[in-house]
């Protein structure tokens, strides 16, 4: 009986909020809301000076504090074919480099001190100098950045700063498959040579000289070309009078080449494919050239963009994403920019055994989308989101200021925010079906995706021609130039590695594994860490290396054509250039495949106080140098690519203190070199031949 009556209490505990809900309705739905306030911004007080400074500024006195925003027009749009990267480093050049009458960390402690912050960086369109203070250290803000702006030192040890910096870029730009997808698009729609869709080389940063940034910096900072904006505890006449004071006796005028367009390029291809064979899934982006920023139509495609892919509650979230279950995440829009066409695309990221099928699903709403209107319902629901959203552009003075600076830079007319809004709520659904007809042309569009293609849904010929996509980055050049090779030089070359081969490295043909410790010495900047290693080689192509390093241990493990690293509880998947490029440099693959190496004798050179045979080996895309003793034929020196602390260089391993262990030469003690500075010192502690090895040692598996 007790167990029956607490059964009944808690069916009616249940059920009552079904028969309330039921009785009641779901009363939030009848909630009534006001319209929307009309916008009522505050207009920026303007002045310019004489040499062409225009100063905008917006009164926020609640702080005593100051936010200052420069535009400059220039930037990376106008970067040369080859030049990738220049106006980045211009930007923080000038930042960080110093002043004629400052060192760099002389500036740095006095902004430091100060409470100052300066910033400055590189945009499509425009540089941006960002200034941050205290109302109270104004005067001083506005003195520093004239140094900073009429006087940059462009230091040369921060410029090979800033260039390293970029170089780790370069080498870690295919970590991010999302990113990939990205910059690979964008190369496709506009071209590789575009500046819309450049990718920096490492061949770029040799470009990067100290008179190229200047030239760079006086093509932009002048006077006229200077849009000033500040928002705080100030009001115009004082800010004209500390900007006259520091900026006023300063002429000259901008020297800009003409601004490039972006081209629609010919594509015999419908289907770009990246090979990146470690990954479970696929990245993705379908879409063409976009358009001009339209002011006519820009409200039309802000409710088009919404009621098809921005938002969880856009067509194709609902179809990619709830319907099929196939990604996390799906989106994109139709682009539009201001002086240069954008990108109109879609993109998402699925399980590499669902990527035709998400494909396919993308393209069927966009056929949908042009071909049936939208509902009532949904067009309600994007203008009412869009108009609800107008208030966040400019909830803060700082906003306010910056869209209105963006379009005096833009020569947009300074009602059209207010404009937008209206036409907003007079987008039609014949207006949104006209945008899906006007700017999406499923004919056009091309599809590129990189994952690993063994592993995917069907063949990527079912969507249409296929071009397949290198994401090989090219290796930095050696810093002396690699004569043409001849018949004779590249017979000289192998006889050299056939006589060392035979004479020193003979034990090589009857190897079968190794054992080897070293302790490791890392030289950085910070001071000097010691790591130990050990390594387990069974040739030709299974290793298993455990180190021991400050934060814990890491094991590298490679099988074949397989490899992964485990450190720390993650467990992630070695790139497959990676195992190819520790293949291509190991001793043992070397001479036993002599034949798949092209050897090219260059000179005689000495390693210390050995004459050595310097020898160019290449295979493939690889390449390295070799020094090989005359008299020993042990190789005293390598020189090649090499992974540092996260970055790509040209490192220089030297070798010394040979000895013969049961048939097999070791180097005992080692250094690596980058840019002739010590950065790594090894010791072999322990070197065993043909241990035993069991095979599970090189098990690869992705699980932790």
């Not at 819309?196 to 008179?211: G, N, R």
């Not at 485990?566 to 467990?571: F, I, P, S, Y």
Request: aromatic letters at 8%; charged letters at 30%; hydrophobic letters at 40%.
């Amino acid at each position: 009986m007790k167990k029956t009556v607490l059964l009944l209490i808690a069916l009616c505990l249940v059920c009552t909020p079904l028969i309330f809900s039921k009785e009641k309705g779901r009363s939030f739905e009848k909630i009534k809301f006001p319209p929307l306030n009309k916008l009522n911004l505050p207009e920026p007080v303007q002045a310019d000076l004489p040499n062409g400074i225009r100063l905008r500024t917006i009164l926020n006195d609640k702080l005593p504090l100051v936010n200052m925003t420069i535009l400059v027009k220039g930037g990376k749009a106008y970067e040369s074919v080859g030049e990738t990267g220049l106006a980045d480093t211009t930007a923080e050049l000038m930042r960080i480099g110093g002043t004629k009458g400052m060192k760099p960390a002389e500036l740095d402690l006095l902004l430091d001190s100060k409470a100052i912050d300066i910033s400055i960086y590189a945009d499509t369109d425009f540089y941006v100098v960002n200034v941050n203070c205290l109302k109270e250290n104004l005067e001083e803000a506005v003195s520093l950045l004239s140094k900073i702006i009429r006087e940059p030192a462009f230091d040369a040890g921060k410029l090979e700063e800033v260039k390293t910096k970029m170089a780790g870029g370069i080498a870690r730009r295919n970590d991010d498959p999302a990113t990939i997808m990205q910059r690979e698009f964008a190369r496709l729609i506009y071209g590789p040579e575009s500046p819309f869709a450049a990718v920096q080389e490492y061949a770029h940063l040799d470009k990067i000289t100290p008179e190229r940034v200047e030239a760079a910096y006086k093509g932009s900072f002048a006077p006229d070309n200077l849009l000033w904006g500040a928002v705080g505890a100030l009001q115009m006449p004082e800010l004209k009078a500390l900007v006259e004071k520091y900026f006023g006796d300063w002429t000259g005028k901008a020297s800009l080449p003409s601004y490039p367009e972006a081209k629609e390029q010919t594509a015999d291809f419908k289907v770009a494919f990246s090979e990146k064979s470690e990954m479970n899934q696929t990245y993705l982006a379908v879409g063409h050239l976009g358009a001009l920023e339209n002011l006519e139509d820009k409200a039309k495609v802000m409710v088009f963009n919404n009621i098809f892919s921005q938002g969880m509650d856009s067509r194709l979230f609902n179809k990619v994403r709830t319907k099929m279950g196939l990604t996390y995440g799906v989106g994109g829009g139709i682009n539009r920019e201001p002086l240069h066409r954008g990108l109109s695309y879609y993109w998402t990221f699925t399980k590499t055994q669902s990527t035709l099928k998400a494909i396919k699903a993308i393209f069927e709403e966009i056929e949908l989308v042009r071909k049936e209107p939208v509902t009532a319902k949904e067009l309600a629901d994007a203008k009412a989101f869009l108009l609800d959203s107008f208030i966040f552009r400019y909830d803060s003075p700082e906003k306010i200021l910056q869209r209105r600076l963006n379009a005096e830079f833009y020569s947009t007319p300074l009602d059209a925010d207010k404009k937008l809004q209206e036409d907003v709520e007079k987008v039609t659904i014949e207006d949104v079906k006209a945008v899906a007809e006007k700017y999406l042309d499923p004919a056009k569009m091309v599809v590129y995706i990189v994952g690993k293609e063994a592993d995917l849904d069907g063949k990527l010929e079912e969507l249409g021609a296929v071009k397949k996509i290198d994401l090989t980055i090219p290796p930095p050049a050696l810093q002396e130039k690699i004569p043409q090779a001849t018949p004779e030089t590249l017979k000289q070359g192998k006889d050299v590695v056939k006589r060392s081969a035979e004479k020193a490295y003979k034990g090589y043909k009857t190897l079968k594994s190794t054992l080897t410790a070293v302790s490791t010495t890392l030289v950085l900047p910070q001071g000097e860490f010691s790591i130990s290693q050990e390594t387990t080689q069974l040739y030709p192509d299974k290793s298993y290396t455990a180190a021991t390093m400050p934060f814990g241990k890491v094991e590298t493990i490679i099988n074949g054509e397989k490899g992964i690293t485990k450190a720390m509880g993650q467990v992630q998947p070695l790139p497959a250039e990676q195992i190819k490029d520790q293949r291509f440099s190991d001793d043992y693959n070397v001479f036993r495949s002599l034949d798949l190496y092209s050897f090219q004798y260059l000179k005689s050179e000495k390693v210390g106080e050995r004459e050595c045979d310097v020898v160019y080996a290449t295979r493939e895309k690889g390449w390295m140098k070799l020094f090989f003793d005359k008299t020993t034929g042990y190789i005293l020196a390598r020189e090649s690519q090499e992974s540092f602390m996260g970055q790509t260089e040209i490192a220089r391993w030297e070798f010394d203190d040979y000895k013969v262990v049961e048939g097999i030469p070791v180097a005992y003690t080692s250094r690596m070199l980058i840019k002739g500075k010590r950065v790594v010192d090894g010791k072999v502690t322990k070197f065993v031949v043909n241990p035993k090895v069991q095979e599970t040692l090189f098990q690869v598996s992705e699980k932790k």
